[in-house]
């Protein structure tokens, strides 16, 4: 799915309102962890690091994609930025990039819930503990599965872009499977100018992680200090209302 979505991702997302969201709260955290050198796992375009390397953070970034990273690797030359990024998925990260080599990890945009089985989790999440210092702080942001789950939240908003003539609008969406697991769907709607509309879909199995078993996996792994919120500004986190799962954990 994400190699297909590699070449307009950065069109989906608005990057200027994410970052401007984020970016203070995820600056804090690293500060308050003195964390200096940081992995964003599952890094898609390399947003997130080519930003935190643009604030003075020594920061890479790994993708299972070879298209996402190949996308982040022509962002970071047009940012004009270093920033190490290599094609390594959930429990490679380590043997990438070395034992207790980063002072910080980031897992952002709804990454961990690919995993699709609870060992999966397991070993993704020591390969986190193993990457990080003693002390290191992890943050992860998921979607509050919590909430999808209780009321069905199938659809997402639809997100649009335009460059010239050329218009795109992407529509996301779950379907939710007998066995437990979702199917989450993009369509991607394109156009130039007043031509009919082109269409395509791309999904990709979830399995949907809900705050408690995240949090009892985090420690049972050796991961301490759990904290959870409901967004990426800080404020608590409701399991009915929150339209996130943000988790800071110390390794």
């Not at 919590?146 to 335009?162: I, K, L, T």
């Not at 529509?171 to 066995?179: A, N």
């Amino acid at each position: 799915m994400y190699d297909a979505l590699s070449a307009d991702y950065d069109r989906f997302v608005n990057w200027q309102g994410r970052l401007a969201i984020e970016l203070p709260f995820i600056i804090e955290k690293l500060g308050e962890a003195q964390a200096k050198l940081i992995l964003d796992a599952a890094t898609g375009t390399g947003m997130h690091a080519i930003a935190l390397a643009q604030c003075g953070f020594a920061a890479s970034g790994a993708d299972l994609s070879k298209g996402m990273i190949e996308r982040a690797r022509v962002n970071a030359r047009s940012a004009g930025v270093q920033v190490r990024f290599e094609t390594a998925g959930f429990g490679q990260l380590v043997k990438v990039f070395g034992k207790h080599t980063f002072d910080g990890m980031l897992c952002l945009g709804n990454s961990l819930p690919h995993l699709l089985s609870l060992p999966e989790l397991s070993v993704a999440l020591v390969d986190f503990a193993n990457c990080l210092r003693k002390g290191g702080l992890l943050l992860i942001q998921n979607r509050n599965f919590d909430a999808v789950m209780a009321q069905h939240e199938r659809w997402m908003e639809p997100q649009s872009h335009s460059e010239g003539e050329t218009e795109w609008v992407f529509q996301r969406f779950y379907d939710f499977d007998p066995d437990g697991l979702l199917t989450f769907n993009m369509v991607t709607l394109k156009r130039i100018g007043r031509a009919g509309w082109s269409q395509s879909t791309t999904s990709s199995r979830l399995r949907p992680l809900l705050n408690d078993e995240l949090v009892s996996c985090l420690e049972a792994v050796g991961f301490m200090s759990v904290k959870t919120f409901g967004d990426m500004a800080g404020t608590a986190f409701d399991p009915e209302t929150s339209p996130n799962l943000v988790v800071l954990a110390k390794s």
